[in-house]
T-cell receptor, first 109, second 116 residues
Framework: GEDVEQSLFLSVREGDSSVINCTYT??????LYWYKQEPGAGLQLLTY?????DMKQDQRLTVLLNKKDKHLSLRIADTQTGDSAIYFC?????????FGSGTKLNVKP | EAGVTQSPTHLIKTRGQQATLRCSPI?????VYWYQQALGLGLQFLLW???????NRGNFPPRFSGRQFPNYSSELNVNALELEDSALYLC???????????????FGPGTRLLVL
């Protein structure tokens, strides 16, 4: 459960959709999360998904979980400049939390 | 409702000194977690306290230690500071996952530690 991987950067234009991807190694993870970190701030929980779910939608956010491939994604519809931040993928497994290194999303006007 | 609070916001120490960081969880949360976020790196899990006991720790040397008080607040102590300990230290709190609570962690704003 220690290897949670994310791409480091993603750049999109305002109004487009953003898709941030994450892979994890431990199939026994029970919860998977997406957090947002804005400059100089702590982490803000965006959404989470239980491992027995395939998809979760919350307004502009859609989380997809492919357990077979151990792949988690976060789709942000109609991306705004205020969405520019670092997005962390995380998992909970056996009393420990593991996070990826974060994907820096840059939204161009 | 107040969120997770941490103090101090910034801390400057010299190599070899000790640092003490503090965290107050959200009211009702019994678990407190500590993470290190070094510049340009992701979050590294440090410690997990629940009901006053250490439940788990990450791959950090013993000079990183802490405790949780009866009011569920927590301290992180870093002894014999090294330059590479410079980082943002984040505290998070939650209900006890093992009790089946379907909740997650809420993070504080962090303490930025600089070791000179």
């Amino acid at each position: 459960g220690e290897d949670v991987e994310q791409s480091l950067f993603l750049s999109v234009r305002e109004g487009d959709s953003s898709v941030i991807n994450c892979t994890y190694t431990d199939s026994s993870s029970t919860y998977l999360y997406w957090y947002k970190q804005e400059p100089g701030a702590g982490l803000q929980l965006l959404t989470y998904i239980f491992s027995n779910m395939d998809m979760k939608q919350d307004q502009r956010l859609t989380v997809l979980l492919n357990k077979k491939d151990k792949h988690l994604s976060l789709r942000i519809a109609d991306t705004q400049t205020g969405d520019s931040a670092i997005y962390f993928c995380g998992e909970y497994n056996f009393n420990k939390f593991y996070f990826g290194s974060g994907t820096k999303l840059n939204v161009k006007p | 409702e107040a969120g997770v609070t941490q103090s101090p916001t910034h801390l400057i120490k010299t190599r070899g000194q000790q640092a003490t960081l503090r965290c107050s969880p959200i009211s009702g949360h019994t678990s407190v977690y500590w993470y290190q976020q070094a510049l340009g790196l992701g979050l590294q899990f440090l410690l997990w306290y629940d009901e006053g006991e250490e439940r788990n720790r990450g791959n950090f040397p013993p000079r990183f230690s802490g405790r949780q008080f009866p009011n569920y607040s927590s301290e992180l102590n870093v002894n014999a500071l090294e330059l590479e300990d410079s980082a943002l230290y984040l505290c998070a709190s939650s209900f006890d996952f093992r009790a089946g609570a379907q909740e997650t962690q809420y993070f504080g704003p962090g303490t930025r530690l600089l070791v000179l």
